[in-house]
């Protein structure tokens, strides 16, 4: 009844206008809405499925009982509405209505009306709210408090035994009245701990004793909150009678299965239960209540971090990084305790499990792996959202070496469980943790790799050896790499063997070992499965890709370099491929769940490749390919227009529309004004453009670079100058243009020779005056480039023609074999590395440097997905 | 020169029977001079190498040189009873099959299904499995004691019966083997083929073993290329195949340098120039792409000559490689035709891009005297049809390169067009 009661008299106190004339005052329409707010309160304490609006309803059509019980109410009200006059007398009144409500709960309370002692109850704390805001808490509510609390413990206890002695209403009515006591309990905890040590001596004592102002009201949902906490803890406290001492080392399960229940709940107050457990963990004293509680804390810190975008709070991290370490050495010290997924819950609370006969290990239920790997990527979101521009960025940076020596220890534990064979450790385990480690080495020069692995050797005790990678062994980062490659390649498939392949491509290319790392990227075949994998790595395999044209660079292969970088700085999206930066989307489509994905997705920044530098080799080697050709084709303007890098040609074009062209400021601009001198055969000028953008510095070996470079430079302009100038010569000495660009007779009589078996250049050697001799009347007419054009096309249909048919066929329709050679290698080809040679130039037959190449970011699936 | 020595890379991928001959060669390779060690070093390894055989009494010999002993050790008499003992043994438990395969009457019988044959010869005349069986490993001996044409029939009459796939991929070698060792070429190519066949199909979910075995198959098949030269053309064209030379780029760049050369020398024997221009341009892209991992004077040559186009190096080069050619068993007949094929290519391309060229340079350029390479010129205007004229006075050559015509372009790029139509249509129609 208790319910349809109070939501009567919730309706009623809000909308009737009888109770606006009778308390026109405002000070006591604040106490009212006080009042109402705490009813609220308990009302959704009491039973939240209940519905509001059907409350509501019922409370109209009640309205008249309502009224009539109300008046009650409403007196003492109206007699609180004298108190502030007559202060003496109102609080001698409201004594008096006190103890007359502590004795109608009495009453109540023998007759087992929960119902009613409910109702009482809230008037009771009403009453002794509007006391205490005078100055101190009654103490006979204290005492009413107290008793009411024995009282229910005492039903409780009863009624667990005879469970069909209540009804509905009382139940009802317990309920609410238990919750009630619980949280005022907190507020007047001081007082009912005195009053429950001497109960005469609580009430005799000076009545001018302090008593703590009640605390504030607090939101609504932060009050929830306290209760709900409050619900397990004091479910412990009070079975102990009151002591002070919450914590003991009996107790540990009890609060660790209490938080596991909160744990996922709403409003849980997590930073509460940390405490808890911190303190939890100080009293544990065997290992098993050690590693239980550290499982427990760890996942509790994680918790914290999990909401939203935000990042775990550093000081969290810190504590988290501390305690899986302390975990570690816990097992260490202790080897029959193991932490393992499959194991089973241990249920009984009271007595810790105990190794059984012929167990070799008492089997504790938890993961570490997914502890490290969380603990890594908080890291990495941490590192998201500094600024890393800031000290801050670097201060965080150096906890990366904690955590890699968290990813080692965990990386040996999992080795030793992995050694007994009885424990069945899944294989997942292991490779998910080595390749943890693997992704912190991959991207770090040798020297910084070293440093690392003497770190986290240090901590690690004598007698404790690693299979994998077995201490000392391991001296240089190169036979790390391929030690923790080799052993995922061995063991693990798919995404995570892909992922270690292309980690080592990377480290190789980072390495200078350019031959290695491509090898290894058209062995892999992994351009043409790359689309299927998921996001994270193919960003992956566009850094590996990005960082093998690099590589090419260093050695001095523009073409090769060219080639690879083509697919993801020719596409203009660099930052988004290569996961460094959110493009600005012009037409707004993405939707912001999208845009948090892709946020989450950037790498942190000390892991970026320089995308200035980056740009600057690509335009570069664009210059020394493009330039030639464009001469080339300039010379004779009806072959078929061949484009390498259409981004530089619009960068060009753009460039040398420009009216006036002012001194080069970025690096864009020494790159296009040195292609227009290289255009012009001023080599000399372009090496000059070219070696004064600053950025070649972040290079290491830069004087070799620009050494390698102002010598492609060279013989790109000579072959450039031949191009353009060739038309305008009968003859010209190899002398002479040795002497213009600085090289020596040999080779420019070899760049010559080569152009023209090349057919590039219509001329010939005259070997007696070492001249080249231009020859004449080459110039097609226009009919006749035409007719070549023509005859090209049709030669290119039924080469497409073929090829389709052999696609759909599967080539098992042999109609071209007589051909030979050219087709049948496109399409067929069971060998080891179709990816090179054979395939990759299968159909053209003309290119050049022949199938070397490989291309292809993954732009499609990087950028949508 | 012995860092461009392959012969240890080699040896990894030969049986012991064939690397024997290598050995041999290089021992006949070793000056008059050589002193002791050189010579006992060779014996040695040839024991080792032999020693698990069962040729007792070479091996015995070879011990007894190696110890300085006139005898043989008494050991090997043992051993050598013990073989004779098997071989009795051997001969025994397969002489019914071997008659029975000898008789005209039920060969006669024999269908190419091996299955419905075992089953015939079981009914018949009381063969079993068993049987088959000894013939395997009875062949296997006798090719272990070096009887290989005895080992060649006998796993050749055990291929017929036999339905046991490993076992008979293991005889098809074994064969291929035997028929390199009685230098029976054809029937060798024959073999080899079936290995190949039998690698494709077989093994095809394999990559790993594909690649080994096909790394095998092209050493073995270097015994063949360099000494029949019927078979030249069908193995050149098995190691262009896009598998092998995967396999060459993969495991063994080093076969390189004998492809190289087979394809240069081939240069006189080649039915039609056309595809000689293409195996060329297939070595000068390979070559090209494996520089960084293999590189010998054979194929400095080449890079030379074709991606440098540096004749001065290529001249040098080519010297180099005649001493290479010349040290290596598989390559030291070739040499000749090698340096004259080179040079030949030398000049067809230094012809091609020069107009003008002074005899006596060129003449040095290919390591020959002025007469001599005057001679050599005018062999070339008239062997190639090169348009070029000797000055006799000036001392040079000059060429005449006329621009190749525009019609001609056309014509040339448009006339397999409809063949290539026809073809096609016909392969939709079906």
Redesign the interface.
């Known amino acids: 009844m208790s319910r349809f009661f109070r939501s009567g008299d919730d309706s009623s106190s809000e909308s009737s206008s009888e109770e606006e004339e009778l308390y026109s005052e405002e000070e006591e329409e604040e106490e009212e809405q006080e009042e109402e707010s705490e009813e609220e309160d308990d009302d959704d304490d009491e039973d939240e499925s209940e519905e509001e609006s059907s409350s509501d309803e019922e409370g109209g059509k009640k309205s008249g009982a309502a009224r009539f019980l109300r008046g009650d109410d409403s007196e003492s009200e109206e007699s609180d509405d004298d108190a502030p006059k007559t202060l003496k007398s109102a609080k001698d009144k409201q004594f008096a209505e006190l103890e007359s409500i502590i004795d109608t709960i009495e009453k109540r309370q023998k007759i087992n009306d929960w119902g009613a002692v409910s109702v009482e109850f809230d008037k009771l704390n009403r009453q002794a709210a509007k006391i205490s805001e005078r100055g101190r808490t009654p103490k006979l509510y204290i005492k009413a408090l107290v008793e009411l609390e024995d009282a229910m413990n005492e039903t409780i206890s009863k009624q667990k035994v005879t469970p069909k002695k209540m009804n509905a209403t009382s139940a009802r009515g317990l309920n609410a009245v238990k919750q009630k006591i619980k949280k005022l309990k907190q507020d007047y905890q001081s007082q009912v701990d005195a009053y429950r040590e001497d109960p005469l001596d609580f009430l005799a004592s000076d009545e001018e004793e302090e008593a703590p102002a009640p605390k504030p009201k607090k939101a609504k949902a932060d009050v929830y909150a306290d209760q709900v906490e409050e619900d397990q803890e004091g479910f412990a406290t009070v079975g102990k009678g009151g002591k002070t001492l919450q914590f003991t080392p009996e107790s540990i399960f009890k609060h660790l299965r209490a938080i596991l229940e909160s744990r996922g709940k709403k409003n849980t107050d997590r930073v509460e239960q940390i405490k808890i457990m911190e303190k939890l963990l100080e009293v544990a004293a065997t290992p098993y209540q050690q590693i239980k509680v550290l499982l427990t804390l760890v996942s509790a810190r994680f918790d914290l971090g999990s909401g939203g975008t935000a990042s775990m709070p550093l000081e969290h991290w810190k504590a988290a990084e501390k305690e899986i370490s302390t975990l570690f050495e816990v097992l260490e010290s202790n080897r029959e305790y193991i932490v393992i997924e499959n194991a089973e819950e241990w249920d009984d609370d009271e007595k810790p499990p105990t190794l059984q006969p012929g167990e070799k290990y008492i089997k504790i239920p938890g993961s570490i792996v997914s502890y490290v790997e969380r603990l890594d990527d908080e890291l990495t979101r941490s590192l998201q959202s500094i600024d890393p521009h800031t000290s801050e960025y670097i201060e965080r940076l150096t906890d990366e070496g904690s955590l890699y020596n968290v990813i080692f220890r965990g990386l040996l534990y999992y080795e030793t469980l992995a050694k007994d064979t009885s424990l069945q450790t899944p294989q997942d385990s292991l490779n998910r943790i080595v390749m943890r480690r693997l992704e912190h080495v991959y991207f770090k020069p040798a020297q910084v790799v070293k440093i690392l692995e003497e770190n986290a050797w240090k901590p690690v005790p004598a007698d404790v050896e690693s299979t994998i990678t077995p201490r000392g062994s391991i001296s240089d980062a190169t036979s790390l790499l391929n030690v923790l490659c080799n052993y995922l390649f061995v063991n693990s498939e798919g995404i995570i063997r892909a992922r270690a392949m292309l980690c080592q491509i990377y480290f190789l290319a980072l390495h200078d070992e350019y031959?290695k790392a491509r090898d290894m990227m058209l062995?892999s075949h992994l351009q043409e499965t790359i689309g299927s994998f998921d996001v994270q790595t193919q960003i992956l395999y566009n850094r590996t890709l990005v960082q093998v044209g690099l590589c090419a660079f260093r050695k001095g292969l523009v073409y090769e370099a060219q080639n690879t970088l083509q697919e993801i700085c020719g596409s203009g999206r660099q930052k988004e491929l290569l996961a460094q930066g959110v493009m600005i989307q012009r037409y707004a489509q993405v939707s912001p769940e999208q845009e948090r994905l892709e946020k989450q997705r950037q790498l942190p920044f000390h892991m970026h490749i320089n995308l200035e530098l980056l740009e600057c080799v690509y335009l570069t080697c664009s210059m020394l390919l493009e330039i030639p050709l464009l001469a080339q084709t300039g010379s004779s303007p009806d072959i078929k227009k061949r484009v390498i890098s259409k981004t530089y040609r619009r960068m060009l074009e753009y460039h040398e529309r420009q009216i006036f062209t002012g001194p080069p400021e970025n690096t864009r601009d020494h790159v296009m004004q040195a292609s227009r001198a290289l255009a012009a055969g001023e080599w000399k000028k372009a090496t000059n453009f070219i070696h004064s953008i600053k950025i070649w510095d972040l290079m290491p070996n830069t004087e070799e670079i620009k050494t390698m470079l102002s010598k492609q430079i060279q013989e790109e302009g000579l072959r450039t100058y031949l191009f353009t100038y060739a038309p305008y010569y009968d003859t010209l000495a190899i002398s002479t243009l040795s002497s213009m660009f600085e090289l020596e007779d040999?080779k420019v009589?070899?760049i010559v020779?080569?152009m023209?078996?090349h057919e590039e250049l219509?001329a010939?050697?005259?070997?007696?005056?070492s001249t080249v001799?231009f020859?004449k009347?080459?110039e097609?007419s226009r009919l006749?480039s035409l007719?070549?054009t023509l005859?090209?096309k049709?030669?290119q249909l039924?080469e497409t023609?073929?090829r389709t048919?052999e696609q759909r066929?599967q080539g098992t329709?042999n109609?071209?074999d007589?051909?030979?050679?050219q087709n049948?290698?496109g399409g067929?080809?069971?060998?080891?590395?179709?990816g090179?040679?054979?395939?990759r130039?299968g159909g053209t037959g003309q290119r050049q440097a022949?199938?070397?190449q490989f291309t292809g970011g993954v732009l499609s699936g990087a950028v949508r997905t | 020169m012995a860092e461009y020595d392959l012969l240890p890379k080699l040896i990894g991928h030969l049986d012991r029977h064939l690397v024997f001959p290598l050995l041999e060669f290089a021992a006949g390779q070793l000056p008059e001079d050589a002193d002791d060690a050189a010579v006992l070093a060779i014996t040695k390894a040839k024991y080792e190498l032999l020693k698990t055989t069962n040729m007792t009494d070479f091996v015995g010999n070879l011990k007894a040189e190696l110890e300085g002993l006139d005898q043989p050790p008494a050991e090997f008499n043992d051993k050598r009873q013990k073989v004779i003992s098997r071989l009795e043994q051997f001969e025994e438990s397969t002489s019914k099959l071997v008659d029975l395969l000898g008789r005209e009457d039920v060969v006669g019988n024999l269908r190419s299904d091996k299955v419905a044959n075992l089953e015939f010869l079981k009914n018949e005349h009381g063969v079993t499995i068993e049987m088959v069986n000894a013939l395997y490993d009875f062949g296997n001996f006798q090719y272990s004691c070096g009887n290989y044409a005895a080992a060649a029939d006998l796993l050749y009459q055990f291929r017929v019966l036999s339905t046991d796939n490993d076992k008979v991929a293991a005889a098809t070698w074994g064969k291929f083997a035997s028929e390199i060792l009685t230098t029976n070429w054809e029937g060798s190519v024959e073999e080899l083929n079936k290995v190949k066949e039998n690698i494709?199909t077989k093994l095809?979910n394999n990559?790993l073993a594909?690649?080994s075995q096909r790394t095998w198959l092209i050493h073995w098949a270097l015994f063949p290329l360099f000494n029949d030269d019927r078979t030249r053309d069908t193995l050149l064209d098995l190691f262009f195949s896009?598998?092998?030379?995967?396999?060459i780029?993969?495991s063994c760049p080093w076969i390189l340098r004998y492809l190289t050369a087979a394809v240069i020398t081939g240069r006189s024997r080649a039915r039609n120039s056309g595809?000689y221009q293409?195996q060329l341009k297939d070595i000068i892209?390979?070559v090209?792409?494996e520089a960084?991992?293999y590189s010998d004077p054979v194929t400095d040559f080449v890079r030379a000559l074709y991606i440098?186009?540096?004749f001065?190096e290529a001249q040098r080069q080519l010297s180099l490689a005649e001493e290479i050619l010349r040290s290596d068993f598989f390559l030291f007949s070739t040499a000749d035709v090698f340096v004259d094929a080179a040079r030949h290519l030398i000049s067809e391309?230094y012809c091609?891009?020069?107009?003008?060229?002074?005899i006596k340079?060129l003449s040095a350029r290919l390591g020959l005297g002025e007469d001599e390479g005057e001679k050599w010129i005018v062999n070339l205007i008239r062997d190639t049809r090169v348009d070029a004229k000797i000055d006799y006075k000036?001392g040079?050559v000059v060429?005449n390169?006329p621009?190749s015509s525009?019609y001609q372009?056309?014509i040339e790029?448009?006339k397999?067009?409809f063949f290539?139509?026809q073809?096609?249509s016909?392969?939709?129609a079906?």
């Open positions: 031959y062995m040999r009589s070899a020779s080569k023209i078996s219509a010939a050697l005259d070997q007696v005056t001799i020859r009347g080459v097609l006749q007719a070549l005859s090209d049709a030669a039924i023609n073929e048919l066929t329709a109609a071209f007589r051909r030979g050679g049948q290698r067929r080809g069971a060998g080891q590395r179709t090179r040679g054979g395939t130039t022949g199938g070397t | 494709d095809f990559p594909q690649l896009p598998a092998y030379i995967n396999t780029q993969t595809q293409k892209r390979i090209k792409q960084y991992e440098d186009f540096d001065e391309s091609k891009i020069h107009a003008r060229i002074d340079d000036e040079t060429m390169h621009p525009v372009q056309v790029r448009t397999g067009g290539r139509t073809v096609l016909a392969a939709v079906r």
